[in-house]
């Protein structure tokens, strides 16, 4: 089968297109033919050599599929159509998964555009969980016109009823994030962001903040926080270190909550996706939630892919079609 794979660490033009050898299933595992690949920030950081996969998975990059099973465990019988989570290996024109990662692709939703949904449906979920996210709490997503966060925005208003405070780089794509139901868009290049956000939330702050940034939003996200708000950190586009003070955390009762997905069990993954599965893809099924896609290109395009990726300018997903 055809493969992107990495020739050693280094730019995009380190991916290219090659032959390897067809992955071979377990009995518990689903064989899907591969329409489509979500490309994740995870992704760029493995063609760097900073993000190995973990113990396993396949050396080529790839984290979410969705495609056409051509062989499968009892209830996926050949030709049904499965989106999928994967540990790596997506950029392919076949892969193997756990059929306990993989969720079955809804009437009204194509193939392709189901590939943008895995990955970000888990993150979300999991970490909207991870904050005991509530009806009628406000939640800061910052990167709402990201790959994530354009699935964030949504799953916070349609699946916990929360208010939804999100942001964008520009006035484009702020009014983007309003047509995706947010209820207060902003500008993450304003100067005044805090101030912004504790106005739109008549000085109290939001109960949780799903952030992008790492270090260099920390400071910001405290203060943007409620009494006893949770900031969840889910990506160190800013930096991975900075300080914090602890009195503020003691004070205001707030929490701060890392997590990661990638390289969780198994067993632990197989939960989220059950959750996903369960809570979410239902509301995926009837149109509540969608996937955001920027753009579709070839497997051959997986360089340029990555470049448009880093270059700021997508707005939602991109994916790599076989």
């Known amino acids: 089968m055809r493969a992107v794979v990495i020739s050693e660490p280094g730019d995009p033009d380190v991916m290219v297109v090659a032959e390897v050898d067809d992955p071979v299933p377990g009995p518990a595992d689903l064989l899907i033919q591969v329409v489509a690949a979500g490309v994740n920030r995870a992704d760029l950081l493995q063609r760097s050599g900073n993000y190995p996969p973990p113990p396993g998975a396949p050396d080529w990059p790839g984290m979410e599929v969705a495609g056409d099973v051509l062989a499968g465990p009892p209830g996926w019988p050949v030709g049904s159509r499965a989106a999928a989570l994967l540990a790596g290996g997506g950029y392919a024109s076949r892969v193997v998964v756990p059929a306990s990662l993989a ?19 888990a993150t979300v979920w999991s970490n909207f969980e991870a904050a005991r996210l509530t009806s009628g709490q406000t939640v800061l997503v910052r990167g709402g016109s990201g790959g994530v966060g354009s699935v964030a925005v949504q799953v916070a208003r349609e699946a916990y009823g929360a208010r939804v405070v999100a942001t964008a780089g520009g006035p484009d794509r702020v009014a983007r994030l309003a047509q995706l139901g947010v209820d207060v868009p902003l500008d993450h290049r304003s100067e005044d962001l805090v101030d912004q956000v504790l106005a739109a939330t008549d000085g109290r702050g939001v109960d949780v903040v799903l952030d992008v940034l790492g270090a260099g939003g920390l400071a ?3 203060a943007m926080l409620a009494d006893g708000g949770r900031l969840v950190v889910i990506g160190m586009q800013r930096g991975r270190r ?24 198994l067993p632990d993954k197989a939960a989220i996706m059950a959750g996903v599965r369960a809570h979410l893809w239902p509301l995926v099924a009837d149109g509540r939630i969608r996937p955001v896609v920027h ?6 395009q997986a360089p340029a892919a990555h470049r448009l990726l880093d270059s700021g300018e997508v707005f939602g997903k991109l994916l790599l079609e076989p």
């Not at 503020?248 to 990638?262: C, E, F, Q």
């Open 220 to 222: 910001d996200n405290l």
């Open 103 to 121: 969720l079955v692709v809804p009437d009204g939703l194509t193939t392709s555009d189901a590939a943008a949904l895995p990955e970000a449906l």
């Open 242 to 265: 900075a300080e914090i003070d602890l009195g503020l955390l003691l004070t205001r009762r707030l929490s701060v909550i890392g997590t990661t997905l990638r390289s969780r069990p």
């Open 295 to 300: 753009a579709s290109l070839p497997l051959e």
